[in-house]
């Protein structure tokens, strides 16, 4: 049946800043940054990243305005810029922009658990993983999903049996680090590698990150949108 809505959605796609990357014209390279002087929990969750992310690397932001960084990454031929923030030393939040031109998403974040951590807890290879999108439906959610897919090559290495998981349910995000663990011919199971945490989406923002002057394609507005428990933007 035709469906003009998810028509509209895929020459949207076709065309947004994210096309490069799902036309193999760019291979992602992802630069990881923190607050200035980040908690030792901020840092092993910067860490924990750079090792399930292929082609990423954790700096030193020093004391750089983030609207000053975006041009030097770009220069560097970085596609993506994670900026994980904090509070009480404890990470709760993470900036995700798609460089050159946005967009830029805001999440929370909790429940930040380190793979180490994680009981029977696997160990982590350089092997390139699959990426597994689940239960985003909405026109807002395929960007999210696309911006999140951005962040890994698109050709996984399944020698490693490596997959990561950004699953949607309700509107919370929940990231998940796994290994195929094949018991016979006929059973498989999961084996978790870590880390795990949950993201709950704050903001879009059109371009790259400008907190004064940027164009919101959605804001999450918590007297206006969290009226019913079966309304999700996801």
Known sequence: MFCPIMTKVAEDEANDEMSAYFNRLTTPKIVI???????NRTHLLMRELSQCIPNSEVR???K??????????IELDYT??????E??????????IHLP??????????????????????RNTGHVPEVI????????????????????PQSPQFKGRKAVTFHNQRDYIFFRHHRYMFKNAKKAGL???????????????????????????????????????????L
């Not at 940054?33 to 908690?39: M, W």
């Open 80 to 85: 993506d810029m994670i900026v994980v923030n």
């Open 33 to 39: 940054i923190s607050e200035e002087r980040p908690s």
């Open 191 to 233: 084996q978790e590698i870590g880390p795990r945490f949950t993201l709950k989406l704050r903001s879009l923002q059109k371009g790259t990150f400008d907190s004064k002057f940027g164009e919101y394609i959605w804001k999450h507005k918590r007297r206006q949108m969290d009226t019913s428990r079966r309304r999700f933007h």
């Open 64 to 73: 750089s305005d983030i609207k000053k960084i975006i041009p030097k990454a």
């Open 60 to 62: 030193d932001r020093r």
């Open 101 to 122: 031109n946005g967009p830029t998403a805001y999440f929370r974040l909790s429940n930040f658990k380190r793979g180490r951590h994680i009981r029977g807890h696997g």
């Open 87 to 96: 509070d009480h030393k404890e990470p709760n939040g993470l900036l995700l």
């Open 133 to 152: 999108l689940n239960n985003f439906t909405t026109r807002l959610g395929h960007t999210v999903a696309r911006m999140l897919a951005c962040l890994f």
